[in-house]
């Protein structure tokens, strides 16, 4: 019995620590939530911008007759085969609940065996590996907010492949955050630009240079736009799963130390209470 209860002391003391840790560790994902949705509201208004002015191109149904803007839009480079670039953006590290599993189960329904893959985390690079993907590179997302310049040579990737003709799409699949419970996988097609049914165009406009000119100009900005958004939406999702996930690690924890301790309690009464009988038994004895 001795012995028992020493083991129930050690794994009470385990548990303690591993609440704690998870306590820790979920504190430290909440502020990271709210660094990224600080840093969202301040992104927000460029990219409002960028995308209104790409719609609002798009929208003209003058402007989108024109035959050379039309090609512009529908491929913004000579299309030689059928091939897509997707890019995966993936966290770092786990403990992040199903997040890389959901991931992966959306981008395995979607890639064909000859498309080029990015992949963009450690946990994104493993599992590309396990399936079997065209990796034609690999980056690191790290534990800190991206930044913009971070993406630059990520973005390179799109001008040779895309640009070149090598492939006719451009894709990003991440984890969209909806809320701190919800968090969906989703890909994104970004290259070709596609009109938005739903835009409503306000006011007219004398374009210097011609549209055409313009939205060359934008396009890059407005992959980058897109790009950095599901880059955003990917490290808030990271956050939001881990500090659920650490939560229920927690109060999982909790519950088994205080299980135990019930045991241990209850082990330490038997005990007691065996050691009073056995003297109450040699004193009638005597």
Request: proline share 3%.
């Amino acid at each position: 019995m001795p012995q028992n209860l020493q083991q129930l002391k050690k794994r009470i003391k385990t548990s303690n620590s591993i609440a704690q840790i998870a306590k820790a560790m979920e504190a430290i994902s909440a502020s990271k939530i709210r660094k990224a949705q600080g840093c969202v509201e301040k992104h927000n208004p460029y990219a409002k911008k960028i995308k209104y002015m790409v719609q609002r191109i798009l929208s003209d149904e003058d402007l989108y007759d024109n035959k050379d803007l039309h090609d512009d839009v529908e491929k913004f480079a000579k299309e030689k085969s059928d091939k897509c670039l997707v890019y995966i953006i993936s966290p770092d590290k786990g403990l992040a609940g199903g997040l890389v599993v959901n991931l992966f189960k959306k981008v395995s329904s979607y890639l064909k065996s000859d498309d080029y893959v990015v992949v963009i985390g450690k946990k994104a690079a493993s599992e590309a590996a396990k399936y079997g993907y065209n990796v034609v590179a690999s980056f690191s997302t790290g534990t800190n907010f991206p930044k913009y310049d971070d993406l630059y040579p990520m973005i390179d990737i799109t001008k040779k492949l895309y640009l070149s003709g090598e492939t006719a799409r451009v894709s990003v699949a991440y984890t969209e955050f909806k809320n701190m419970f919800l968090q969906e996988s989703t890909i994104e097609e970004i290259f070709p630009v596609k009109p938005d049914k739903n835009f409503k165009k306000t006011g007219d406009y004398i374009f210097e240079p011609d549209s055409q000119q313009i939205l060359k100009d934008l396009l890059p900005f407005y992959f980058e736009v897109e790009f950095y958004s599901a880059f955003m939406n990917a490290y808030a999702s990271e956050q939001a799963a881990r500090m659920i996930a650490m939560k229920n690690a927690k109060d999982s924890a909790n519950d088994i130390s205080v299980s135990l301790a019930n045991i241990y309690n209850k082990s330490r009464q038997e005990k007691i209470t065996s050691e009073i009988l056995d003297l109450a038994n040699g004193q009638q004895g005597i």
